[in-house]
């Protein structure tokens, strides 16, 4: 009776400890699938350069102290200042909570999501009434140089903001921009152009 007992044990530590391991190598394969890793946006962006920021992509700007993330919906990627230098655009008007990060700190990060449900929460409501991250169920993270980005994104691209332009009407040029600003109510956009100094994707 006992070696039955000391079987029948033995039997049902082997099966736990098997079903305990293969957990754990799910849940690292899990891991693995969804860690970002780095990629060289001058090699390797695959991504149509003019279509990119149609996605409604997520601006993060902050460091660890403070941070505020909104949904874009306009934007480039190309060089400036040399082939060398790959580079992003960005614009927030001065009426948007996000302007006053962009202002203060000297990085910011572009993100991609797969799920919809962020540019929609983070387009409609401000980070003034609350934290948009936390009411979602982002993590943030920080890069090397502390610049804020959220552990769930598809894509990120961390910038250091090289040059930027407050627009006047006294810029505009043609009909389109004066046109368009006629309804708009949050100020003219500032132009931010930053040099991307890392970038990471799934």
Known sequence: ?????????????????????????????????????????????????????????????????????????????????GHDRPAVTVYVAPARYTYEFMERHPRFTVMEFENDSVWQYMGKYSGRDGDKAAALGLHIAYTEHGTPYYEEAKTVIECETMTAWHQTEKDFRNNTPKEWYKEFEAGIHTVYIGEVIGAWKR
């Open 1 to 81: 009776m006992k070696k039955l007992f000391f079987f029948a044990l033995l039997l049902a530590m082997m099966t736990g400890c098997g079903n305990n391991n293969q957990d754990r190598n799910d849940e690292n394969d899990t891991t693995m699938n969804t860690e970002l890793k780095p990629f060289d946006v001058q090699k390797n962006f695959a991504e149509n350069g003019f279509t990119f920021f149609t996605k409604n992509l997520i601006l993060c700007c902050g460091d660890s102290t403070e941070s505020n993330a909104m949904t874009i919906g306009w934007g480039g990627i190309g060089n400036y200042l």
